[in-house]
């Protein structure tokens, strides 16, 4: 496998396996395992499923206080052998030969091969794969393959259900309970085993089931209270492999269409297929998300950095999450760090996911949308209006920020009071604004959010001596929490807060044009226009004040503090307090210059009676940049952007320490915790919306692309208002879908046709035995674009079509498939055509996926046959029609038990390659019935004409004939 879709780790590094864990863990939006072994200490066993919380009290500094933690959920890998006469394997006590990890970015497959000697003198080899499958979000699975290498006879294979689990995954929590589950239960189900629990508080049920299909004779499982094993022999063979699978399902009393638990689990590995085909089904599904996720460029270490961000940014926000009720948790589904609290890293994560899963980034913003009513109490009990959303959000949207925190350097529990930190809003507000600017939808529930949010920042805003001012909060630094020997926490008007506080303003005006029917009074909006105009923010020494008062702040001796990241940490320890001074754990005022262009954040000061000084934006950027200790991970990714058109080469060193900082873990441990998802996110932002320079507006977009000559080729897929887009670029020109060119507008022309035109341009390109390079070449456009089109499913404008037709000496008709207004079949026979009669299975399952079909039926005119959307459901046809139209009232014959006879025609032509099939269903037609609607909508046909067309018809099969057409 190319070295770009790999991570591999090589030797047994006990200090090393809590980085590995993080960085080798495998989901699949639902829920993930860390890739802990199965046998070694020390491990770090992790399974969390995203949503499921728990809260606990517990007794800190004198203190009681309470926690909500997302639950480390029983562990499913315990697996391990012995030889005969020897202890059980453990890789740190063995006399390992051979040690390497590999995890395949590509296909999520995490694999370990090893060898080691016994006593004896014996030399087996392990090899495993596992996976947490994207196919089905409640599988999970671990194939190992043992093979003596120079020996013969039995091997014990000890395989265990732990539930003896708890939180302990974060040092600095240990102080604080974490024994999550109760309530254990297990048993045992023809080869099945199953063990359940649930969370103190929340009162979740969690079940475990597993099934072992293994090439020895099966175990019966000896059953604790708290856990599960089975202990299996294999009878090997010298050099012949044995395996032995371990399958489980992982369910909760949260899971849609679940009576309990327990059963769900049974009957979800009862039906799993085997490893192979688990296996199969899983790497397809990651096919699909690595086309819509697909980002290329030409550096193969760079590759294989991007690679990893959007592989773990999608095991943690994957399609299974849009129907979920969660967010995104700042450490992804990787670790305890944060206790899986959603933050603010939306931000940087949404602008990524809009332009290629908008579904996720809806199901995102639903998750804050079901949690208003929280918010609002919240606000309310403020002295605010609207809805205040929380620093740290949970199960139910309540404020989860905890009230101490430690501080290892000094062991000391200091006060925390980041809960100030109101700005979660203003980013919830961004990411509802990009969503729409991205596909065009503002749902009114959308609306809704944004509106009550900008109720609360106006209410925020108090007038002062001729302007309005925000106090009491907490910007992004997280340094300045208040001001130095001041009674109460908190700062007055924070620029970031102020300036975006205008910003959302602004927006609530275009949000209520969009949603009349929410929109506020004319009062409201007077004010909201008023306060846009005249709320404070502070400059100093020609730059802007980070906060009221930032100028009087002492100057940090820096030379002293260099590269500690943590000064707070580090200050408070020596007594000291880093509210003194100008110091920034990570960009503040700055966070403006990432959010928005240069000239919105000119026109905003102006609007406030601040023009902006020549040259106030670069020296902002340079004074902040020199007072900031880079203690966040999303640091570097913030100036990265802010630099790209200043400092190129600085900006190349922040992006690129961005890239690594959790291969690398150069925070120093964290990464361990969990990784950092938001300077993932942050990562491919960065790419897509500052280096290409892509600026999503309601018409289109923009590009204008700065692109570091050492990223080479950047090129990628985007979904904009609904339409697939091919936007590549390097240092010299950009390209839109395969035409230099810098904007594309909502609706513009695009070419389509029938068929697949990658086949075509497949077809055409080797009958002319032409590489993708030199097709390339010839049609202008780059090889990646070239590679794109061949392998997926997408539209080209109309010059970019005919460059390619003459490219590949064919007319615009061939590559689109005879073109949109005429029927396939011109041109003659391939030379020697076979037609041959296909038998009813392989009938069914080329009609299995669903699509467009004819049926054929009498009318009081004769003879109809129509097209329609069908899809297949327990071995029927169902398609949909309006309810009293003529197909209506001519599929119904007036007497109860007697059905029309129909046909249903459904084909595929290749013209091309003059090839093709169809298939031929004759049987009865039938009107669903209204208690059986439920069931057959879920089949999920969707008829292309649209409309009210709530009739569903089940056509039955009687007989099913096909015939393929294909040439020698």
């Not at 009290?57 to 562990?75: F, K, Q, Y």
């Not at 193969?300 to 995104?328: C, K, M, N, W, Y």
């Not at 994560?349 to 332009?355: E, G, I, R, S, T």
Request: with cysteine.
């Amino acid at each position: 496998m190319n070295d770009v879709w790999r991570l591999a780790y090589d030797g047994f590094d006990p200090e090393g396996e809590g980085l590995r864990e993080a960085l080798c863990t495998l989901g699949n939006g639902r829920f993930a395992t860390r890739g802990a072994t199965p046998d070694g200490r020390p491990r770090t066993p992790g399974t969390y499923v995203a949503g499921c919380y728990d809260r606990l009290d517990s007794v800190v500094a004198g203190h009681t206080t309470t926690n909500e933690d997302i639950v480390n959920l029983p562990d499913w890998l315990p697996l391990t052998c012995a030889t005969p006469g020897s202890d059980w394997f453990r890789p740190e006590h063995a006399d390992l030969l051979h040690y390497h990890h590999e995890l395949d970015l590509r296909h999520g497959v995490l694999v370990r091969d090893l060898s080691w000697r016994d006593g004896a003198g014996r030399i087996t080899r392990s090899r495993q794969r596992r996976l947490v499958s994207m196919a089905d979000p409640y599988l999970a699975a671990l194939e190992t393959t043992f093979t003596a290498e120079n020996w013969a006879g039995p091997l014990r294979v000890h395989a265990a259900l732990e539930g003896r689990v708890a939180n302990r995954g974060v040092a600095r929590y240990r102080d604080l309970r974490g024994d999550h589950l109760t309530c254990h239960a297990t048993g045992s189900e023809d080869d099945l085993a199953w063990l359940t629990a649930v969370t103190r508080c929340s009162h979740i049920t969690v079940a475990l089931a597993a099934r072992i299909d293994t090439d020895g004779p099966p175990a019966r499982p000896s059953l604790a209270a708290d856990h599960i094993t089975s202990d299996h022999v294999l009878d090997l063979a010298r050099g012949r492999p044995a395996r032995l699978t371990k399958i489980v399902a992982l369910t909760t009393s949260r899971d849609h269409a679940s009576h309990d638990a327990r059963s769900a689990a049974l009957r979800h590995v009862r039906r799993a297929p085997r490893f192979e085909d688990l296996l199969a089904r899983h790497e397809s599904a990651w096919d699909r998300l690595w086309r819509r996720a697909r980002l290329d460029v030409t550096d193969p270490e760079l590759s294989r950095h991007l690679h990893l961000h959007i592989f773990h940014l999608l095991q943690t926000l994957s399609p299974h999450t849009a129907d979920l009720d969660v967010g995104v948790p700042a450490r992804g589904l990787h670790g305890e760090a944060y206790r899986g609290h959603v933050f603010w890293d939306e931000l940087f994560v949404q602008p990524w996911l809009d332009l290629r899963f908008p579904e996720i980034s809806l199901g995102l913003l639903r998750y804050r949308w079901r949690r208003l009513p929280e918010a609002r109490d919240a606000a309310r009990a403020a002295g605010y209006d609207g809805a205040m959303f929380p620093w740290q959000s949970g199960s139910d949207g309540r404020e989860e920020t905890q009230t101490l925190h430690l501080n290892p350097v000094s062991g000391r529990w200091i006060p925390d009071h980041s809960r100030l930190q109101r700005h979660v809003g203003l980013a919830i507000a961004y990411n509802i604004w990009h969503h729409y600017l991205a596909t065009g939808s503002m749902p009114p529930w959308c609306a809704e959010l944004l509106l009550d949010i900008a109720r609360c920042f106006a209410s925020m805003a108090v007038p002062h001596q001729g302007r309005y001012e925000i106090r009491g909060v907490m910007g992004p630094d997280e340094y300045h929490d208040g001001y130095p020997g001041a009674p109460a926490p908190g700062l007055a008007n924070n620029a970031y807060t102020n300036i975006m506080t205008v910003w959302l303003l602004m927006r609530a005006r275009d949000t209520a044009a969009l949603a009349p029917h929410l929109a506020p009074t004319a009062a409201e909006l007077e004010r909201w226009d008023d306060i846009s105009r005249r709320l404070r923010v502070d400059f100093h020494d020609g730059v802007i004040s980070q906060f009221t008062g930032y100028a009087d702040l002492r100057e940090l001796d820096w030379d002293r503090y260099r590269g500690v990241r943590r000064l707070d940490r580090a200050l408070e320890a020596e007594g000291d307090d880093v509210r003194r001074y100008k110091a920034s754990k990570q960009a503040d005022t700055l966070m403006l210059c990432y959010l928005l262009t240069g000239a919105e954040l000119t026109a905003i000061l102006h609007r406030l009676g601040y023009p902006a000084e020549p040259g106030l934006i670069p020296r902002t950027i340079s004074y902040y940049l020199e007072r900031t200790s880079h203690g966040s991970t999303l640091s570097a990714v913030v100036h990265a952007w802010v630099l790209a058109r200043s400092n190129r080469t600085r900006s190349w060193d922040f992006f690129t320490e961005a890239l690594r900082s959790d291969l690398h873990d150069v925070q120093g441990g964290t990464t361990a915790e969990g990784i950092h998802l938001g300077a993932m996110g942050g990562t491919l932002a960065l790419l897509q919306s500052c280096y290409l320079g892509l600026e999503v507006q309601r018409d289109g977009f923009r590009l204008d692309p700065l692109v570091p000559g050492r990223l080479g080729l950047l090129s990628m897929p985007i979904r904009c208002h609904g339409r697939q887009v091919y936007i590549d670029a390097d240092d010299r020109v950009a390209r839109v879908n395969g035409t230099a060119r810098r904007c594309y507008t909502r609706g513009e022309a695009i070419m389509t046709g029938t068929g697949d035109l990658g086949r075509r341009i497949i077809h055409h390109r080797e009958r002319l035995g032409l590489t993708r390079e030199q097709v390339a070449e010839r049609a202008g456009m780059s090889a990646g674009y070239v590679t794109y089109l061949e392998e997926n499913a997408d539209t080209l404008d109309t010059g970019a079509l005919y460059r390619l037709a003459d490219a590949l000496r064919t007319t615009v008709d061939d590559l689109l498939g005879g073109g949109q207004d005429r029927p396939p079949g011109h041109g003659p026979a391939t030379s020697h055509p076979t037609l041959e009669i296909l038998p009813q299975d392989e009938c069914l399952r080329l009609i299995e996926p669903g699509g467009i079909g004819r049926v054929a039926f009498n009318s009081a005119l004769g003879c109809v046959v129509l097209p329609v959307n069908y899809k297949m459901h327990q071995g029927t046809v169902i398609f949909r029609t309006a309810s009293g139209g003529p197909m209506d009232q001519d599929l119904r014959t007036g007497l109860k038990g007697v059905d029309i006879k129909i046909a249903f025609e459904i084909d595929m032509i290749d013209e091309p390659k003059r090839e093709g099939w169809s298939v031929l269903v004759h049987g009865a037609a039938h009107h669903v019935p209204p208690e059986e609607m439920d069931e057959v909508a879920g089949c999920g046909v969707t008829p292309w004409a649209g409309g009210e067309r709530q009739l569903y018809i089940r056509l039955v099969p009687c007989q099913i004939t096909g015939r393929r057409i294909h040439g020698m």
